[in-house]
Nanobody
């Protein structure tokens, strides 16, 4: 059974940093497209960053240069390093896996392409 479990959320002030992790079990996620999404109160779920099976990364314009997605293949873990955080980054962050497209990430990221989701972790950035 595929499971994704996020951790690392919390509360920080503007300009601070957080590192989110997503531990995967039940499959080798490095074969697939993995992504981070976020959902702010009253808004839809938006794609933040993705990494495909070859390690190619892509980012939403709003986080380009501030966030970095990476993975530890040996630990089957996905990371999201978030720097220079802003209040508008406040959201629940989810990791997700697209296991149907052979490891390529379709961009812009679309929630409908992702089969598996974690439970989410809250990130709050105060001004």
């Amino acid at each position: 059974q595929v499971q994704l479990v996020e951790s690392g959320g919390g509360s920080v002030q503007t300009g601070g940093s957080l590192r989110l992790s997503c531990a995967a079990s039940g499959y080798t996620y490095s074969r697939y497209c993995m992504a981070w999404f976020r959902q702010a109160p009253g808004k839809g779920r938006e794609g933040v960053a993705s990494i495909n099976r070859l390690g190619r990364t892509e980012y939403a314009d709003s986080v380009q240069g501030r966030f970095a997605i990476s993975r530890d293949i040996a630990k089957n873990t996905l990371w999201l390093q978030m720097n220079s955080l802003k209040p508008e980054d406040t959201a629940i962050y989810y990791c997700a896996a697209d296991v149907l497209r052979g490891g390529d990430c379709v961009t812009p990221l679309d929630v409908n392409f992702f089969s598996y989701w974690g439970q989410g972790t809250q990130v709050t950035v105060s001004s």
